[in-house]
């Protein structure tokens, strides 16, 4: 199974961008798809983004397409999520998760790894 770790987070005013990046070990990182949830104080999971094996079909979450973007980079076992114009209802845990059969799923229940999350606060 694969083991996930997620950097990049912190604090960031509104309107401001992170990049956080989840490197992968211990599988073969391109059979996997790959998605970005996050989850609020007292709020439950919710998806985010997700990107196939190969990068070509993205999936996001209405509330961030236009801001976020999803990448991945293959050879060196990486998925990122570029966030741009933050706003303060975007601060939560931000978890990576990969699913075996490489789709660009939406669904949480389909992710068989996680990270452990990184932190991120947007505001003032």
């Known amino acids: 199974q694969v083991q996930l770790v997620e950097s990049g987070g912190g604090l960031v005013q509104p309107g401001g961008s992170l990049r956080l990046s989840c490197a992968a070990s211990?599988?073969?990182?391109?059979?996997?798809?790959m998605g970005w949830f996050r989850q609020a104080p007292g709020k439950e999971r919710e998806f985010v983004a997700a990107i196939n094996w190969n990068g070509g079909y993205r999936n996001y979450q209405e509330s961030v397409q236009g801001r976020f973007t999803i990448s991945r980079d293959n050879p060196k076992n990486t998925v990122y999520l570029q966030m741009n114009s933050l706003k303060p209802e975007d601060t939560a845990v931000y978890y990576c998760?990969?699913?075996?059969?490489?789709?660009?799923?939406?669904?949480?229940?389909?992710?068989?790894?996680w990270g452990q999350g990184t932190q991120v606060t947007v505001s003032s």
């Open positions: 998760a990969a699913v075996l059969g490489g789709h660009a799923s939406t669904r949480a229940d389909d992710f068989g790894a």
């Open positions: 211990g599988g073969t990182f391109s059979i996997y798809g």
